[in-house]
């Protein structure tokens, strides 16, 4: 059975300041993993997608890197804005598409001015 | 991507009393979830909606409490019953499109 850790689960950092949000699997036969971000009391907004077989995908400021063999993605935020304050969750998404997602628990961060 | 809407966007319901909660995606989708999130928890899958058949619940819901239906491939509703505070969360919906998942902005529901 998958399991997805995220680590920590908080974190407070200075605004300019680059974040790197770790998220962990156990099983490495994924078809894709999601990042999400998530605003107090609303739902989520969908960041990167990385497929299996690629090793990172990057949108603007944001950055997310896959290893497979490790079970390890990593999403980069770079020169950190208060907006940026919210929870970030990766899911993964087993072997075959469409079969269900598996959420880690999240990081919260706070990006202070 | 998708665009999906949900309402109502919150509601404070009196225990034991039903609530449906209703979600629109912009085109078409085959699949279609359903999940809660506790509040400080992340989010749990309740089922999956897919047209033309009866939706598949995971462990822990059941049909009785978690009523859904999915009349067709870019609406479905689900239905909390007989509440109790217990069942106070967000509840979102979600649909699957180019290997990508995209989520509702979620129903706030308060049980009193």
């Known amino acids: 059975k998958q399991e997805v850790t995220q680590i920590p689960a908080a974190l407070s950092v200075p605004e300019g300041e680059n974040l790197v949000l770790n998220c962990s699997f156990t099983?490495?036969?994924?078809?894709?993993l999601q990042w999400f971000r998530q605003d107090p009391g609303k739902g989520l907004t969908s960041l990167l997608l990385i497929q299996s077989s690629q090793r990172e995908q990057t949108s603007g400021r944001l950055n997310a890197s896959l290893d497979k063999s490790s079970g390890r993605s990593t999403l980069y935020i770079a020169a950190s804005q208060p907006g940026d304050s919210a929870t970030y969750l990766c899911a993964a998404r087993p072997g075959a598409a469409g079969n269900k997602l598996t959420f880690g628990g999240g990081t919260r961060v706070l990006v202070k001015p | 991507s998708a665009v999906i809407s949900q309402k109502p966007s919150r509601d404070i319901c009196q225990r034991g009393t039903s609530l449906t909660i209703q979600c629109q995606v912009d085109?078409?989708?085959?699949?279609m979830f359903w999940y809660r999130q506790q509040p400080g928890q992340s989010l749990t899958l309740i089922a999956t909606a897919n047209q033309g058949s009866e939706a598949t619940y995971e462990s822990g819901f059941v049909i009785d409490k978690f009523p859904i239906s999915r009349p067709n491939l870019t609406f479905s509703t689900l239905t909390v019953s007989n509440m109790s505070p217990e069942d106070s969360s967000i509840y979102l919906c979600?649909?699957?499109?180019?290997?990508?998942?995209?989520f509702g902005p979620g129903t706030r529901l308060t049980v009193l």
């Open positions: 979600s649909a699957y499109r180019g290997n990508e998942q995209f």
């Open positions: 085109s078409q989708v085959t699949m």
């Open positions: 099983d490495s036969a994924i078809y894709n």
